[in-house]
């Protein structure tokens, strides 16, 4: 009798013993994900097991999760029913001492994929998703070309997810929508990065780790895998601490020896830099000894996006005239404002000597604390990318209206009368500024085409072509003295011009990068190219070319914003009409 009562209560203690355990196929499926994990929970909230990461409690981490809330894993289901815990039969009996498999590291293990797989049934992430490499896209010259995914050899999905709390953040969502995580966005697909020397360090996230880590920037594969920035590019682990920095110096040699180095004090902007410093510099023109006669562009080439370069007074093109000759800028120099200053000076940022400062140069650091616009002097951490393009953790990079919430609106509340609001911000403000700045860019190029027969275009290498020539890689623009018109000197300043049009076309936001830097490389720029010397004449060549977007309103009436833009009167009547322009001191 005693017997037969044991037996069935042995059955029932081996069934609860096993099940406590779970199996290895979805439980979650079968019962309540708490239900199928509770035994688990029961052992870990009595050990305080935390997470090697965020040293949160793993069960409180699941608990609140998606995968507990809506249902979608239990423990089991991630980690196996084994685990290397003790088998109750095994302890007294013998034989095996653990159940069923066990997964300690299920990332490691794949079975994120059981769910998540190209080929799931329960939340695939298959056809339409983002994170395998399973559909195509045209590149910028109409390549049929895989995109650029979210998950591939070099990249788990724990480098983005936590692995017990796994929700989908707000900075997710915004991060994909960035041009850092757009699958399908030119800088990831338009080559096969991973497999190209130098290239790979700024176009797939593994290149640019093992880049700032190692100072190697070889290829890092043999067969083509596309990546965008990943999480993993900017983040050590799922708690979002950032990677370490580090103290980058640009791959060339700047401009009016200008350090190569940048601030030390910019935070997390450091992580930035490396791939926005630009390839190249305009001191690369001025010392080059090639050919002029048979010489691409493509040789002096910037890149793409060279903001940090632009913003720290590195890269433009500076040698229209001898640095040390008085270059009609008026600056604040040693503490006395509208002091005449040397062309060197005028274009040699403040961290290297020289006179030109910026405000937004100087966000995110402790330079700010005494900065002319009281409302921003609380931005003190971060450097300047992170403060305008990370406000509040906030993963779009975009200058939207969050952005104009938490950091324009200190120093930008009018522009003239008109009240700044987030709704009003881009277009009153923002695109604005932008027209102006791109109507002195068309203005060059206008000069460029009517004066020297050369055409710029930037979908197509190299750049430039002669006007009438087709746009591709066997029409570039060589001949810079213009069939021996032009001197060795004059022949590096015109290629010194399509540099600037090049560099500042790259950078659509060069306007609020390096406002001053980028209006005096315009202006330069133009002060050569409308009679080869630079003699102050921006002012009557641009009013006459385009006076539809330039005007000069003389001592009658405001010039147009676009004028005001390039040229630098000597301040306005208290009319509110512009003083007599001294063309002596019109550069800005």
Request: hydrophobic share 30%; aromatic share 10%.
């Amino acid at each position: 009798m005693r017997l037969g009562y044991l037996l069935p209560l042995f059955l029932v203690l081996l069934t609860t013993s096993l099940s406590g355990c779970g199996n290895d196929t979805s439980v979650s499926q079968t019962k309540s994900n708490f239900a199928a994990s509770e035994t688990c929970i029961t052992c870990h909230s009595a050990q305080k097991t935390v997470s090697p990461v965020t040293l949160a409690s793993v069960t409180d981490e699941w608990y609140s999760s998606l995968h507990n809330i809506k249902k979608g894993a239990s423990c089991i289901d991630c980690h196996g029913s084994g685990n290397g815990h003790p088998s109750t039969c095994g302890s007294c009996h013998g034989g095996a001492t653990t159940v069923g498999l066990e997964f300690h590291n299920p990332v490691a293990a794949g079975r994120c994929y059981n769910c998540h797989g190209v080929d799931a049934t329960v939340f695939p992430l298959g056809k339409g998703k983002r994170h395998f490499d399973i559909y195509t896209t045209s590149n910028a010259v109409g390549t049929k070309v895989p995109t650029a995914t979210y998950v591939g050899t070099q990249n788990t999905c724990s480098n983005c997810h936590a692995p017990h709390k796994n929700d989908l953040l707000p900075q997710h969502r915004e991060w994909a929508e960035s041009g850092h995580g757009k699958v399908d966005a030119d800088p990831w697909i338009h080559y096969t990065f991973n497999t190209r020397n130098t290239c790979n360090r700024c176009h797939t996230t593994t290149g640019f780790l093992k880049y700032i880590k190692t100072g190697n920037d070889s290829a890092w594969a043999t067969k083509g895998e596309q990546e965008m920035l990943r999480c993993n590019g900017c983040h050590s682990d799922y708690r979002w601490a950032r990677i370490p920095s580090i103290d980058f110096r640009t791959p060339y040699t700047p401009s009016l020896q200008a350090s190569s180095g940048f601030p030390t004090d910019i935070g997390d902007t450091k992580l930035c830099i490396p791939c926005h410093a630009g390839l190249n510099s305009g001191y690369a023109i001025e010392t080059t000894t090639a050919d002029l006669t048979k010489t691409s562009f493509g040789t002096f080439n910037s890149h793409y996006m060279a903001a940090a370069g632009l913003m720290f007074v590195k890269n433009g093109f500076t040698g229209f005239a001898d640095p040390t000759a008085m270059s009609g800028t008026l600056a604040t120099k040693n503490g006395v404002s509208n002091t005449p200053v040397t062309y060197g000076e005028s274009l040699t940022s403040s961290d290297d000597g020289g006179v030109l400062t910026s405000t937004h140069r100087k966000f995110g650091t402790a330079a700010m604390k005494t900065d002319s616009h009281p409302g921003g002097r609380d931005l003190v951490t971060g450097g300047p990318c992170v403060t305008c393009h990370l406000s509040g953790k906030h993963h779009t990079l975009k200058i939207d209206a969050f952005a104009f919430n938490n950091i324009c609106v200190k120093c930008h509340s009018k522009e003239g009368t008109t009240l700044l609001t987030a709704d009003n911000f881009g277009t009153v403000f923002i695109e604005e500024q932008a027209a102006i700045f791109q109507n002195a860019i068309m203005l060059a190029r206008t000069l460029l085409h009517n004066t020297y027969g050369i055409d710029y275009d930037s979908a197509n290498y190299p750049y430039f072509f002669p006007v009438g020539e087709a746009h591709d890689r066997d029409h570039g623009f060589t001949d810079w003295t213009l069939t021996g018109t032009l001197t060795g000197s004059d022949a590096k300043k015109l290629l010194g011009v399509c540099f600037n049009i090049n560099l500042l076309s790259r950078d659509p936001a060069a306007y609020a990068h390096a406002r001053t830097y980028a209006r005096r490389l315009l202006y330069d720029s133009i002060d050569f190219l409308d009679d080869r010397t630079m003699n102050h004449s921006v002012s009557a060549t641009i009013a006459t070319t385009d006076p539809a977007h330039f005007t000069n309103g003389g001592t009658s009436a405001l010039s147009s914003p676009s004028f005001n833009y390039l040229v630098k009167f000597n301040g306005p009547k208290t009319d509110g009409t512009n003083a007599t322009l001294d063309t002596s001191t019109e550069r800005p």
